[in-house]
């Protein structure tokens, strides 16, 4: 006979991060992405509080240094090289990212240096149509934020041991 999987705390905190960030999403509509709130709070779930903390601070200090590097390049896309073709604008994009590998390794952060790339990315490449880019940036870095504050508020919750209930 099958056996259920055993679904254990870190799995169900997990679930709760999600509906949680997602929720605050919803409350944010129009302002926030669910999915950047999402996977802060997913990955403040780790199985100690001090890498929870750990990851945490990386997660934000990446995040600050992508989104600082990704606003440069992505208003020097706009400003400076926006008559360019788009495979200029790549090459820029290509090429700033190494500094930006280069602040993480400076700073004794090599943690931080996935993050990092992933928001520069997000930021230097997404398309924000009519929004301010600098708004932008910033709802993406509060999201970050958000979801970094609501993983470490629900990492440390534990439930009773078996062997409490069974006294």
Known sequence: MNKLPHIGLRIIKTSVVIFLSLAVSWLRAGQSNSLYIAIAAMLAIQPTMESAKNEGVNRLIGTLSGGVW???VFLINIFVLGRVH???QYLFVSLAIIPLILTSL???RPATVSIACVVFLVVATSPVGDVNPLKYVGNRML???IGF???MAVNPVSLPDKAENNE
Do not use: M, P, R, S
């Open 143 to 145: 999201d970050t934020f």
């Open 149 to 151: 504050v609501i993983g």
């Open 86 to 88: 788009v495979l200029v």
């Open 70 to 72: 990704g606003t440069a």
């Open 106 to 108: 400076k700073l004794k």
